[in-house]
């Protein structure tokens, strides 16, 4: 499981930027369905690590409850989460100078 030191703006708020580190990408795509599509900014790839599914979706659900992971991830406990951001995810969110085709990172569902 990929992930990565983000931005977030609650709410879709700019000026309103809020520092995450070690952020799962399964955790970016729920802020995104959260807060909004543009809400997370800044994505830096990080590191990598292994972490079961189950146990990362118990850890999203006590962090931001079923009303909000049963929906963008779905009920049954056998569904994978999504592993990594795309490219496009990372590229949107950084400056150009910083792009690099070295960080092409698949989309996993």
């Known amino acids: ?8 703006r609650p709410g879709g708020h700019q000026g309103t930027d809020v520092p995450m580190k070690g952020v799962s990408a ?7 369905k959260i807060h909004g599509e543009d809400a997370v900014i800044k994505v830096q790839p990080r590191k990598t690590t292994k972490i079961p599914h189950a146990d990362l979706r118990d850890d999203l659900i006590a962090k931001y409850g079923e009303s909000k992971v049963i929906p963008v991830f ?6 994978r989460l999504p592993e990594k951001l795309s490219d496009q995810d990372i590229s949107a969110n950084l400056p150009v100078d910083q792009q690099s085709s070295d960080d092409v990172i698949e989309g996993a569902m």
Do not use: T
């Open 1 to 8: 499981m990929r992930h990565y030191d983000i931005n977030i």
């Open 74 to 79: 779905g009920s049954a406990f056998d569904v």
């Open 26 to 32: 399964a955790e970016v795509f729920l802020l995104r």
